[in-house]
């Protein structure tokens, strides 16, 4: 090419087509039937313009209205997914915040589904036919799996902490060991809370041990709360001294200052009996004598995004008059699904087969190594040659801060690169990555794991594999 800038080259290529002959175009028309005009003649604009460089300084290309068309109209598909998709969680960790965390049960989901169709009764009594509290709905419940004498429900559980330390320690003290001030991902750290909310933090202890005399001493005219806080995602191991909320509740009792435990996961159940490692449940913190008790919804519990707070009546009744607690509150689609998951907890010997997420916990590592051998020709078959693949063990995590050290045996694929360098397996996690239904693993030393405890739906792995091999047909890789 001599005259780059000539849009009429000298050896009379066909001319880049106008937008009207590409609208002409047979799969232009079907785009625009599915899409919309408007959106079509975008598409089939940023396809020309994304050409015309090439095009200008020679390069051989097929510039037909078909052509263009086509790719017009792949852009439109790509356009038409969702951004919040589903993925496939490979990664081994459940509960993975970035997620999404609990899969809903489909009785909560039904749930969620019928409030969405329909006016509810959120706030409206049906027996008295007054106004009622939103929070009316999942109260006796909360009360009846707790023990609890009453309860508030809000948007997560960072909103349970912030509007429990706003309703009771604005402008007064909170006292809380060194060994527990902790940052839970995200920007939830306990100090920081803990001044959004007014509160004072008065800290106690050292960083690896607190004695009892050490929030007995800190008490003092200024003093709202003693406050616990599960340590989620870390523990302190070696010369440690922690004081129990069971230890510390005569002194908070004796002293006249509430104790607020923060419990992270909404256990309501002795998670040993499917053979997972014993956590704290909602009901013995009420027992150990903490006057409220916070945690969150899709955690452990299995429902959705939700914070709780149960407890004593006079300090509920605090937070649910609270203005914060308008600002906070759960919308009617989650507190139907709330409600429905929590009603399954009454009949605790189906949990595992009706809560999605503790079922994928409670799977026995033996079958999913058996599912990994299943899938390990369709991965070879779809990554080629340059990628060896074996069927591994793997240590899954229930993750969301849930038992931050326990690890669950699992199993998997591990994906080793042949050839194409450190980089080979980077590139092939970013093509899991852009499938429509995209497989998320994880990458660990220098292979690329996929960990089947979290596959929610073989028949989608299934599908994602094959479009996986497509794709690497299409990109000519071997
Ligand atoms: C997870 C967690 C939180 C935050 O809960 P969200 O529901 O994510 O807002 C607060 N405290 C503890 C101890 C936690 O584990």
Do not use: C
């Amino acid at each position: 090419m001599s005259d780059q800038s000539s849009l009429a080259p000298a050896n009379a290529r066909a001319p880049l087509p106008s937008v009207d002959r590409v609208l002409a175009a047979e799969a232009a028309q079907i785009a625009s039937e599915r899409h919309g005009r408007t959106a079509t003649v975008a598409a089939v604009r940023a396809a020309l313009s994304e050409l015309r460089p090439a095009w200008l300084s020679g390069v051989e290309l097929d510039v037909s209205p078909e052509r263009i068309a086509a790719a017009a109209s792949l852009r439109l598909e790509a356009d038409e997914r969702p951004s919040q998709r589903r993925v496939l969680n490979l990664t081994g960790t459940v509960l993975h915040t970035n997620l999404g965390r609990a899969l809903l049960a489909e009785e909560a989901i039904a749930a969620v589904v019928a409030a969405m169709r329909s006016p509810t009764a959120l706030e409206f009594n049906l027996s008295g036919g007054a106004r009622g509290e939103r929070d009316d709905h999942v109260r006796g419940l909360l009360r009846e799996l707790t023990g609890a004498e009453d309860a508030v429900a809000v948007n997560n559980n960072a909103a349970a902490v912030l509007l429990t330390l706003n309703s009771l320690s604005d402008g007064r003290e909170t006292i809380v060991s060194r060994g527990e001030l902790i940052e839970i991902g995200g920007a939830f750290r306990m100090p920081s809370i803990m001044s959004r909310a007014g509160a004072r933090l008065v800290e106690v202890g050292t960083t690896n041990r607190t004695h009892l005399a050490d929030y007995a001493d800190a008490i003092g005219p200024a003093t709202a709360l003693l406050m616990k806080v599960h340590p989620s995602n870390y523990r302190i191991e070696g010369f440690t001294k922690e004081v129990t909320a069971r230890e510390l509740a005569p002194v908070a009792r004796e002293r006249g200052v509430p104790l607020v435990d923060d419990l992270g996961s909404g256990v309501l159940v002795d998670l040993t009996t499917w053979g997972l490692q014993r956590e704290r449940t909602v009901q013995e913190a009420v027992a150990d004598g903490a006057d409220l008790v916070t945690f969150s919804g899709d955690k452990l519990l299995g429902g959705p995004q939700a914070g709780v707070v149960v407890g004593r009546r006079d300090l509920v009744r605090r937070l649910a008059k609270n203005h914060l607690k308008r600002a906070l509150r759960l919308d009617k689609l989650r507190l139907a699904g709330l409600e429905a998951t929590l009603r399954l907890y009454r009949d605790p010997d189906r949990l595992a087969e009706r809560l999605p997420t503790l079922a994928l916990l409670t799977r026995p590592a033996e079958k999913l190594k058996r599912l990994a051998e299943r899938f390990r020709p369709s991965l070879e078959g779809a990554i080629g040659s340059q990628f060896s693949v074996a069927t591994v063990d793997l240590e899954s995590q229930i993750g969301s801060g849930a038992l931050p050290l326990a690890s669950i045996p699992s199993a998997g694929l591990a994906i080793e690169a042949l050839s194409g360098g450190g980089g080979a397996l980077t590139r092939l996690s970013a093509a899991m990555r852009a499938l429509a239904t995209p497989i998320i693993g994880r990458i660990a030393d220098d292979r690329l794991l996929l960990d089947l405890r979290g596959l929610d739906d073989e028949a989608e792995f299934g599908r994602s594999l094959f479009e996986l091999g497509l794709a690497a047909g299409a990109e000519g890789r071997p």
